[in-house]
């Protein structure tokens, strides 16, 4: 295949979670990156051999060497330090900046024209990270963000309307300490109905709980951060971008005024395509909605401003 993507810690349960789905897909070619050179090594042959098993011509390679990214298409940086239970985002901080300085001076010296999809938390301030660190125009900068709690909500809400399997169309958007806004509507049968015609406001009001605890929940059951989700939310973005989709998804991108804000990664309605973030979706929102966006900007704004980015 012509096409190309890297993703860096892919050896961990995101990142392999993510080449996983690439590769089954046929989207790119796959070079897994990790410090566990031998790990990722592995991974990437144990993928390759399973290939022919799900019809799929990518191939699949790894290690700790960034030279064979070189040219990639999509790098998505899953690196980091995993949440651990009773650790906020927030306390991820500093560590995985540094790692994104790492990081992003690799990504940019072998594949200066990628588009980079951050996963790291906070995920908001980690992308604003990488942007100016990588002198990236804003476009080819886009973090995994809403199209988690996007998957998270709509998973939630499938349970709460009667009618059940009924595809939820979620623009659900999240800040760094999970202040989130969202705007829901249900496609068929109900093309475009808001949800708030369906359900009541205690029960939206819970399911929004459900959703904005929905990370936390997991790793007390399991002990470490989600990443079945995480990862399949980040390959749909990799999907819509090489694929030029112009998809509508909710994702973490650099401001310019739009909502009100400039300056800043928030989490908004936007269209990936092939040159990345082809558009910023502004949609009115309500009081309610502008000022949990404002909120989540807040946060966000506060761990920038410790970082200095």
Request: charged share 20%.
């Amino acid at each position: 295949m012509n096409r190309k993507v890297t993703v860096v810690g892919g050896a961990g349960n995101v990142g392999s979670t993510v080449a996983r789905c690439i590769a089954d897909r046929e989207l790119a070619d796959v070079v897994i990156v990790d410090i566990a050179d031998q790990k990722a090594s592995g991974i990437a042959l144990d993928m390759l051999e399973s290939c022919p098993i799900t019809g799929s011509d990518s191939r699949v390679i790894g290690g700790s060497d960034y030279s064979a990214t070189a040219n990639s298409d999509v790098v998505v940086i899953t690196s980091g330090v995993p949440r651990k239970p009773g650790m906020s985002r927030d306390d991820l901080l500093n560590v995985n900046f540094g790692i994104m300085k790492a990081v992003t001076a690799e990504v940019v010296k072998y594949s200066p024209n990628c588009i980079i999809v951050p996963v790291a938390n906070p995920l908001d301030a980690m992308c604003q990270a990488v942007y100016r660190l990588s002198g990236f125009p804003r476009e080819r900068v886009i973090g995994m963000a809403g199209v988690l709690d996007s998957c998270t909500h709509a998973h939630v809400h499938r349970h709460g309307i009667e009618c059940l399997g009924r595809r939820i169309s979620m623009r659900s958007c999240s800040g760094a300490t999970a202040t989130r806004w969202c705007r829901c509507r249900v496609i068929p049968p109900w093309p475009g109905v808001p949800i708030t015609e369906l359900l009541s406001s205690e029960r939206i009001a819970a399911i929004c709980k459900r959703t904005a605890d929905g990370g936390a929940e997991i790793t007390k059951l399991v002990g470490t951060s989600a990443w079945y989700a995480p990862g399949a939310a980040a390959a749909e973005m990799v999907e819509c971008i090489l694929k030029d989709k112009k998809k509508i998804l909710p994702c973490s991108v650099f401001l310019q005024g739009e909502y009100g804000f400039r300056d800043l990664f928030v989490g908004v309605p936007v269209k990936l395509g092939a040159r990345g973030v082809e558009q910023i979706v502004q949609i009115k929102l309500t009081s309610e909605e502008d000022a949990a966006l404002k909120k989540s900007a807040g946060a966000v704004k506060e761990l920038v401003d410790v970082i200095k980015v």
